[in-house]
């Protein structure tokens, strides 16, 4: 299997015109997910009737906007073969931050919006010292992060912050040709992301680091700058996700905002392909990953399903698909 | 169950916090009001007060200690405490049922002389409270009540709930004629939960019969009660009534049907949660289509948790303390603000 | 090749062990393909108690492949592996040494932190109420370091001592297990002329005392000198097999190379290693043999004898270079000159390559490229003076598995190739076409992920990773270039490298242990021993013969002071000492 992933990886770097005309079944062996997700859409549509209504699926959109605007820059990350653990706090810093600034510092928008990205930056930058250049592990300094900045935010803002004004609300309710804000900046995410790694050099050198960091480094790649830019990247959007969250609810509580968050991103991230070892991956991948957590969460609400029975469809859901995401090339080559 | 009773709270503002001048909305409101402070709860235990014999430390075991109410109650317990010459340690749990064992054993082995203590497993805690007692110390159980102990704080949840469910019914029945839909968020997870899930959706089931109950869904924090919401809304649009167990929980509701087009003030629409969050009395007070919470009041629990202990000391019958929960609403105003400024 | 009456031969030449009791090993019709490629052929090998079989072949001819079949590494698709009478279809490694066979790699399993004790028990230790009893592993290790006269205490650090006595533990390791079968893979290949010596009549005690003793080698000396039997492998077969203390040289040397004349039939591989051969040999009269015919811009060969300072078009001058383990080291690589490091592992090549890479810091000299005076911190550095380094640990340190063969070979360049920050993918799969053709890949897929490439072609790519239309470095180091890489291809390797040195003037530094490939590629070569240049070969004296003996002769018995300059095997040009 991880010859298979690894060449779907190496086949994707370079789109020449023969992949664009071996179509969407290349596609579909490649994004074995795709079916899946097809798959849950379909029985969810079946049973519920109103699964492919536009307005929940307005609403499937922009709960998974949050997600994937973190799971994209995280995914570059797990494949330049580092980690980020920390992203649930910088999250909940980043409402915060964001909040109190709208709110009670009663600053503009804007002014609130680039303060949390600063906060979310500058966590980044922590991380990204840490384990890229002083090469300490990413799995233990990022977990140390998540409870270091958790603490930080609850010390800071100890009582829950809401009212944050009209202006404040347009990042998260507002409606861009019909497309909410949340969605639209995910969307901007994902284009990003995807065109950085097929069109751009240090793209490519993300891979090469996460595949072989030694051999990058004897081709001359800088192995340091890129992965420590991807964590201040991760760090920012992270605090961005929160920003919109706490736009959204008009309100953050620094315990329990973005709570559990990191384990749903990198959830997404691993069940969209990238492999944790670093080296393979696709933004294409992360964003099926996203879309599959977000149409189950959704779907079993709708069908109404107890809440323990939820909690076990959706561990079975993970497996069975992260099982057939793995088992799918295999059988097709 | 690490996110259970969602309180609005406010703390010590610390050193940071000093400069954050205007907290929430709730500046200009001065500490007045009516009710709280002096211990409309603490009815019972009230008498013991002048006695502080011989206790001269209490602990106070809060182990949730990333809600807000951890700062709030360690603020205003403390100021109870200082008020009777008593010094108030606290324990850092971080919710984690081990540390506060562990916690526990600590203060037992060091006879601390009264521990209030908030067990996240009741079965676990049976045993230190047992030693506890056995060292001749004083046990007071909050939230619950255990075999071995001096005597417990309680809090009905179950009232809490059904005073809320009164509340969203009678108006159903009055704005609505007795029909409409309703969506629960409830908490299916700890006794507690459960408890005031009960409280609220029998009350309002039996109140009003001819409300569709269109769904009963799993959460306690305005993330999950937004996403959940907004998918109870894609299927049913027309929805009226958000009862939350939290009131967390509602204000993710709130703001669903608020992004699905509702306006703040709709008059067909009721949303109703628990605890008494600053965000939510604020909403309440602006005169939204958020229109109550089951609230408690942060002095009363404070003031139990000197009060009691100080009262097994001196040798009160009947300690124990049941703390009373309120319904607010729109009207409210002066109540409101008592408590949004408890917790400032 | 294998005909059914050699086992018989065996027998009778070992005449009395063989009818009573059954040969320590016998190797039965073993076969072993990898992707289509026969690594061994029906190979079949008896080796009888007290007897020393000697195994022949030139790297890749299947040695390694039957060594790691015995050793339980590959399992085998047919054929029985007979261990003291019981027959095996297959071997774990736990089963294979559980048989009674024990194999000394070249590179040692020895755990250098632990004893020698600890090492010779590791895994087996003696136990006493639970406890390591060390007093009586001491005291059997002592015995067993007796009976192959090491003259190491038990309590030593095995990283502390030479690399004779360390084999020497590993040894009697085996021994410690009962080992009824012992391999030794090319065992002097890391060692000093008298480590060699001493290991020899080690050997010839360990066939005293009856022990089946394969020995993998390339030295016709060490044959000539232990050899009971003789095997040569060429192309996984078994191509020559003789007994008796007589070994015609001629015939040893005809069997491993293919017989130049008889090579009609024999497959293109064999050719091209029988041309890498020939090249060595013929050097003196066409200075490139059976590569391409020489250009203007190659040297010419007596250039090389000079000395190396006086090179007017030096691309590469290294004067006084230092570092931990080396040094100091003088060498000049002129202009399309390509200079051999030969020496044995260990011996300091790697170290100096990755020093003028930047990947290690020199502790003294200087370096220049061209007229420049360089002074690398980092392998981004030398790239960007125009020096590149081909690791020898192709998986480890070179290639990017996963990744598409384009991406092996561009991704140092893409950046350079972009335009405004953006890939220019029109150009990249230019620039990889043409180079794909131009060094021979197969298949020439720029998709196809580098690990489904044979190591040959493996190499290609790191190789046109500094070669190619948008890169072309000015010095190519070149750490072992044909390491893994099968007999076909190594000569396909060897012509790219002296095409870009024709006709690009590239001045390219190799490092060697593999004497025949220092001979066939070099225009010069300088033979290294212990981090020092002991030695100079080019021209017509620049043979396999040669380079082995200057290396094995280089330490009659070496002072404990060995920083002192070195005897010079061969006349040399004398070097600047101290030049920084």
């Known amino acids: 299997m991880t010859t298979a992933t690894t060449a779907t990886a190496a086949e994707r770097a370079v789109p020449g015109p023969r992949a664009l005309a071996a179509g969407g079944l290349a596609t579909l062996r490649r994004q074995p997910l795709l079916l899946v997700l097809a798959l849950l859409v379909l029985v969810f549509q079946l049973s519920t009737g109103s699964f492919l209504d536009p307005g929940n699926l307005r609403g499937i959109a922009t709960d998974a906007a949050a997600l994937a605007i973190v799971a994209v820059p995280l995914a570059l990350l797990v494949i330049s073969g580092y980690l980020d653990l920390s992203v649930g706090s910088t999250l909940a810093l980043g409402a915060l931050t964001a909040g109190w600034l709208a709110g009670e ?90 065109l950085f790694l097929a069109y751009t050099p240090t793209g490519r050198h993300v891979f090469a680091i996460g595949v072989n960091r030694e051999a990058a480094y004897l081709s001359g790649i800088d192995v340091r700058r890129t992965p420590f830019a991807l964590f201040v990247v991760t760090g920012t959007a992270a605090a961005l996700a929160g920003a919109i969250k706490a736009s959204v609810l008009d309100s953050a509580v620094s315990g329990t905002s973005g709570a559990g968050f990191e384990l749903t991103v990198l959830t997404a991230v691993l069940l969209g392909g990238v492999a944790l070892s670093g080296g393979s991956g696709s933004v294409l991948g992360v964003l099926l990953g996203v879309l599959f957590l977000g149409c189950l969460q959704n779907g079993l609400t709708l069908l109404s399903v107890p809440t323990f029975w939820q909690q076990m469809a959706q561990g079975v859901a993970l497996v069975a698909g992260a099982a057939l995401a793995y088992f799918g090339p295999r059988t097709t080559r | 169950m690490t996110r259970r009773p969602y309180f609005v709270a406010a703390a010590s503002r610390r050193q940071f916090l000093t400069w954050s001048a205007g907290a929430l909305a709730t500046t200009g409101l001065a500490a007045s009001g009516c009710s709280a402070p002096e211990g409309s709860g603490s009815a019972k235990a009230a008498g013991a007060s002048p006695s502080p014999t011989t206790l001269s430390r209490i602990g106070l075991d809060y182990p949730f200690t990333q809600l807000p109410l951890y700062t709030t109650l360690v603020k205003l317990s403390t100021a109870a405490a200082t008020k009777h010459d008593v010094k108030l340690l606290t324990t850092s749990d971080a919710s984690n049922p081990d540390t506060q064992a562990t916690n526990l054993n600590t203060w037992v082995a060091q006879k601390m002389p009264a521990i209030v203590s908030f067990p996240m497993v009741f079965e676990a805690a049976e045993s230190i409270a047992k030693a506890a ?54 908490d299916n997870t700890i006794e507690l939960g459960r408890e005031r899930t009960k409280g609220m959706v029998d009350a ?56 699905a087009g509702r306006k703040k003030g709709d008059a067909k629409t009721f949303v109703g949660g628990q605890d008494g969050a600053a965000p939510s009395l604020l909403a309440i007070k602006q005169g939204t289509f958020y229109r109550a919470s089951s609230a408690l009041a942060p002095q009363d629990i404070a003031n139990a948790i000197v009060d009691v202990p100080l009262a097994v000391a001196a040798g009160k019958a009947n300690p124990s303390v049941q703390v009373p929960v309120k319904l607010v609403g729109s009207g409210d105003t002066a109540e409101i603000d008592a408590l949004l400024a408890q917790n400032a | 090749m294998a005909d059914m009456t050699e086992p018989t031969r065996q027998t009778d030449a070992t005449g009395q062990s063989g009818a009573a009791n059954p040969p320590n090993l016998r190797i039965t019709a073993l076969n072993k393909s990898f992707g289509g490629v026969r690594a061994l052929d029906s190979v079949d090998l008896t080796v009888p108690a007290g007897q020393v079989h000697a195994l022949l072949g030139h790297n890749g001819a299947g040695k390694s492949t039957l060594i790691k079949c015995l050793g339980g590494a590959f399992p085998p698709d047919s054929g029985t592996i007979e261990v003291g009478g019981v027959p095996h279809t297959r071997l774990s490694p736990r089963e294979s040494i559980a048989a009674g066979v024990a194999i000394i790699f070249q590179t040692l399993s020895v755990v250098d932190s632990l004893t020698v004790t600890e090492n010779i028990f590791l895994g087996q230790e003696w136990t006493r109420y639970g406890r390591i009893d060390r007093r009586a592993q001491e005291k059997v290790a002592a015995e067993l370091l007796d009976r192959v006269a090491a003259s190491c205490s038990p309590r030593d650090r095995v990283g502390e001592l030479p690399m004779g006595q360390r084999q020497l533990v590993e040894i009697a390791k085996a021994l410690s297990r009962s080992a009824s079968v012992l391999v030794l893979d090319e065992p002097t290949a890391a060692l000093s002329g008298t480590e060699s010596d001493a290991l020899a009549a080690r050997v010839e005690d360990l066939r005293r005392q009856g022990l089946a003793i394969v020995y993998v080698t390339h030295l016709l000396a060490e044959v000539e000198r232990l050899a009971d039997a003789v095997t040569v492998l060429r192309d996984g077969r078994v191509a020559h097999h003789s007994t008796g203390a007589r070994q015609g040289r001629r015939e040893l040397v005809d069997a491993i190379t293919g017989g130049r004349g008889a090579a009609s039939a024999d497959s293109a591989e064999d050719r091209a290693a029988s041309a890498g051969v020939s090249s060595a040999r013929e050097r003196g009269a066409s200075a490139v043999g059976a590569v391409d015919p020489p250009g203007s811009a190659a040297p010419d060969p007596t250039m090389a004898t000079t000395s190396p300072t006086a090179s007017p078009t030096a691309r590469l001058t290294v004067r006084g270079l230092r570092g931990p383990g080396f040094g100091p080291v003088d060498l000049t690589v ?93 150009a990249e799969r230019r620039v990889f076409g043409s180079l794909a053709e131009a060094i021979g890949l197969r298949p020439a897929r720029p998709g196809l992920p ?114 002192s300059a070195p005897t010079p095997a061969v006349p040399h040009a004398p070097h600047h000492e101290g030049a920084a």
């Open chain 1, 105 to 194: 510092q009663a600053q503009s928008p804007v002014v609130a919006v680039v303060g949390a990205l600063a906060v979310g930056a500058a966590v980044g930058a922590v991380n990204g010292v840490l384990c890229c250049y002083l090469g300490l592990s990413p799995f233990i300094v990022t977990l140390g992060m998540l409870a270091a900045v958790r603490g930080l935010a609850q010390q800071l803002f100890p009582l829950p912050l809401s009212g944050f004004g009209d202006g404040f609300a347009w990042l998260g309710g507002a409606r861009i040709a019909g497309i909410a804000a949340p969605v639209v900046i995910a969307g901007a995410v994902l284009v990003a992301g995807a």
């Open chain 2, 204 to 259: 309002f089931t039996k109140l009003a019969p001819g409300v569709d109950v269109v769904a009963q869904e799993q959460a306690i924090d305005p993330d999950t009660g937004l996403s959940k919401s907004n998918a109870i809304l894609a299927k049913h649009p027309d929805l009226n009534i958000v009862l939350g167990i939290t009131d967390a929980a509602a204000y993710g509701g709130f703001k669903a049907l608020q992004q």
């Open chain 3, 334 to 426: 002129g202009e399309g000159e390509i200079l051999g490091l030969y020496g044995l592992i260990g011996s300091g090549r790697t170290r100096m390559l990755e020093t003028l890479f930047g990947r290690r810091r020199a502790s003294g000299g200087t370096v220049r490229v061209g007229e420049r005076v360089v002074e690398p911190a980092r392998p981004a550095d030398a790239l960007a003076v125009g020096i590149a380094l081909v690791p020898a640990d192709r998986r480890a340190q070179g290639l990017f598995p996963g990744l598409s063969a384009q991406d092996n070979v561009l991704l140092p360049t893409v950046g350079t190739l972009a335009r405004r920050g953006v890939r220019a993918l029109g």
């Open chain 2, 133 to 186: 007692l056995d060292a001749g110390l004083i046990w007071v159980t909050y939230g619950g009540t255990l075999e071995n102990q001096s005597a417990d704080i309680q809090f009905s949840f179950r009232e809490g709930g059904r005073l809320l469910g009164e509340a969203a019914a009678k108006w159903a029945d009055e704005e609505l004629g007795g029909k409409g839909k309703v969506a629960f968020l409830v």
């Open chain 3, 450 to 563: 580098a690990s489904a490439f044979s190591g040959g072609n493996q190499q290609k790519l790191l190789l046109g990773r500094w070669i190619n239309e948008a890169r072309a470095v000015d010095v190519l180091l070149l750490d072992e270039p044909t390491q893994g890489v099968d007999v076909g291809a190594r000569q396909e390797i060897y012509d790219v490298v002296s095409t870009l040195a024709e006709q690009r003037g590239t001045a390219v530094l190799f490092a060697s242990s593999d004497p025949e490939e220092a001979a066939a590629l070099a225009h010069r070569c300088l033979i290294v021993d212990r981090g020092r240049v002991i030695g100079e070969l080019s021209g017509a004296e620049l043979t396999e013969e040669a380079l082995l003996a200057a290396v094995h002769d280089a330490d009659p018995d070496p002072p404990p002071t060995s920083a």
